[in-house]
Nanobody, 120 residues
Framework: QVQLVESGGGLAQPGGSLRLSCAASGSIFRINTMGWYRQAPGKQRELVATITISGNSKYADSVKGRFTISRDNAKNTVALQMNSLKPEDTAVYYC??????????????WGQGTQVTVSS
């Protein structure tokens, strides 16, 4: 079994910054892709950013130039630095990992989510 634990959410003012972190633990052989999704009230869950094991990243158009995703392969962690926050960034943010476990089976896991609220 694998657990993803997120931290770092909270309240920020428009134009402010927050940093989200996610740590994966458990039966992990290799984490191939890690990422962040978000879901605002009444909306579908959407991709925010992903990063591969080799460091290739992609972003939603809405966050390009403001958010930066990074990962530490040795520690099985991923972070999302969010700058120039806007009220429309308000959502529950979920960490996700596509990994291979010790049985060499591909698996996908999600964290429990962390609330980000951008408001003055």
């Amino acid at each position: 079994q694998v657990q993803l634990v997120e931290s770092g959410g909270g309240l920020a003012q428009p134009g402010g910054s927050l940093r989200l972190s996610c740590a994966a633990s458990g039966s992990i052989f290799r984490i191939n892709t890690m990422g962040w999704y978000r879901q605002a009230p009444g909306k579908q869950r959407e991709l925010v950013a992903t990063i591969t094991i080799s460091g290739n990243s992609k972003y939603a158009d809405s966050v390009k130039g403001r958010f930066t995703i990074s990962r530490d392969n040795a520690k099985n962690t991923v972070a999302l630095q969010m700058n120039s926050l806007k009220p429309e960034d308000t959502a529950v943010y979920y960490c996700t990992a596509d990994l291979t476990d010790w049985s060499l089976s591909p698996k996908n896991y999600w964290g429990q989510g962390t609330q980000v609220t951008v408001s003055s």
